[in-house]
């Protein structure tokens, strides 16, 4: 079979009757399908197929499937497993903006967290959004930032995308719009082989409000996977990225599997797949990984 259709929920929560709606809308669709091939019991199932053109098969499975709790994706089925990883941080990797729990120190936690959303739907600047936001933080104590980077949760999925896909030999890179004192802790966290973040200036132990240059952005994001892709001699064919926010769209579209993963509408929009129900071990099963071959921690 030329194509996979990747069905993933969260734990638990793929029944049997949600994998019979698929097979059926596939057969509606006129694509030629394969039995379920169960990934993980009740998370993850692939069903092969074939047929003339991806794009109206995947859209009739997600409109068939648009009112069940449900991650629907395709792709073709040679070359799933990626040897880069480049991920965004904040509500990717881990549960929420950290420059917003920052913002808590200066009880500003409302406002700066409505900027962060409309900049994250891609409504703002990137680059301009940060620098009012960091701006409203001038004063707060340095020490802010490892108390917040204390009190970080992980996505769960992380530490088991983390390790399943370095065992398999992929390099695995922490790429943020955030600041390097988190991205630093959390690619310790995580065993990411490397992180990039953005630079606070601080003085006499205090934030100043000021981001140092370069800002790291969108065209920075995407810098970097092709950065990675060459430095490794890894095809962009061979890459995945997942992020959630307008800042991750050229690196999501430019890499072979760019994931918007529980992301604003915009992204998923353009994002080629998308996890909204499964946690980050749904991007293993994006791959093919399956229960056996995964790393929990």
Sequence with gaps: ???????????????????????????????????????ASGTAVDIPFDAADIGPVLA???AALA??????NAQAADGRRKKLLIADMDSTMILGETLDELADFA????????????????????EGALDERVGMLAGVPSSALDR??????????????????KASGAYCALVSGGFKPTTSAIRARLGFHEDRGN????????????????????????????????????????????GDGANDLAMLTASGMGVAFRAKPAVQEAAQFRINHADLAGLLYLQGYTTSEIITS
């Design 67 to 72: 009112e069940r709790a449900v991650d629907v």
């Design 107 to 126: 009880g500003l936690k409302e406002q700066i967290s409505e900027i962060t959303a409309r900049a994250m739907r891609g409504e703002l600047d990137f």
């Design 199 to 242: 630079n606070l200036e601080i003085l006499d132990g205090k934030l100043t409000g000021k981001v140092l240059r370069p800002i790291l952005g969108k065209e920075a994001k995407l810098d970097t996977l092709t950065e990675l892709a060459q430095a490794h001699g890894i095809r962009l064919e061979e890459t995945l990225a997942v």
């Design 60 to 62: 009739t499975v997600r």
């Design 148 to 165: 917040v980077n204390a009190a970080l949760e992980l996505t769960p999925g992380g530490p088991s995308l983390l390790a399943t896909m």
């Design 1 to 39: 079979m030329q194509h996979i259709l990747t069905l993933t929920a969260a734990s638990g929560a793929l029944s049997s009757s949600i994998v019979s709606e698929a097979t059926r809308a596939l057969s509606r669709a006129r694509a030629a399908a394969a039995d379920p091939i169960t990934l």
